[in-house]
């Protein structure tokens, strides 16, 4: 299994057809590459989109160019074989400690998983202690 801590980026939006495929071929026409991009409904014509740039200095360069109010956060990419309960003994590790997560989000394909997960403010540095991180970043 592959665990690596990685920067994330929130950019809110309007809620509305063609947003979220403007800031996609903005990316793509400054050569953004990412690990992971999300998109959400929020309610009441907002939206979030969630992004993981393979270059955070790139990205942080093309959203502050273009005008999009950013946040910066820390999350965790985990990857590996898929197997039934893959994450079970991570999540478990989490839980003990009494670390709520805000998000997870995972997909299987072709044998192999992927999984982000976020923790609440505030517990990047814990998380990171039990998936065996020590490094900052990465």
């Not at 074989?81 to 670390?99: F, P, W, Y």
């Amino acid at each position: 299994m592959h665990i690596k801590k990685e920067l994330y980026y929130s950019i809110a939006i309007k809620d509305a057809p063609g947003a979220l495929a403007g800031i996609t071929a903005h990316l793509m026409q400054a050569e953004v590459n990412m690990h992971g991009f999300w998109g959400f409904g929020m309610g009441r014509g907002s939206a979030q989109i969630i992004a993981v740039p393979d270059d955070t200095e790139k990205f942080v360069q093309v959203a502050h160019d273009a005008g999009w109010q950013i946040s910066e956060g820390v999350c965790f990419r985990i990857e590996g074989q898929d197997k039934t309960g893959a994450l079970v003994d991570i999540l478990n590790q989490i839980s003990n400690e009494k670390i709520n997560l805000y998000a997870v989000d995972a997909i299987a394909i072709d044998g192999n998983f992927g999984c982000y997960i976020w923790g609440e403010d505030g517990n990047a540095e814990s998380i990171a202690q039990i998936l065996g991180l020590s490094s900052p970043l990465g």
